[in-house]
């Protein structure tokens, strides 16, 4: 599913416009991604939860060339599924 497709579903399912279901999404999208730059957690109860977390620096290898390179440290999102999502 695209966002296309989510609009039109979420717009269906509440009896909006698309327009008003895409102002939603892109609205909560963007406080979602806020709080995440704040380093808070986004939990959804039943969905699940968006935390940010730091990987450490760590030494790889450039398949191309074999040399060992170092993989500088980073944060990433991670998704933690919740009961309701389970499939």
Sequence with gaps: MNKAELVAAVAAKAKVTKVNAAEVIDAALEAAIAALKKGENVQLI???TLSVVKKAARQGI??????KITIPAKKVVK????AKLAL
Excluded: E, L, V
């Design 79 to 82: 998704f933690k599924a919740g």
């Design 46 to 48: 039943g969905f699940g």
């Design 62 to 67: 450039n398949p191309a060339t074999k040399a």
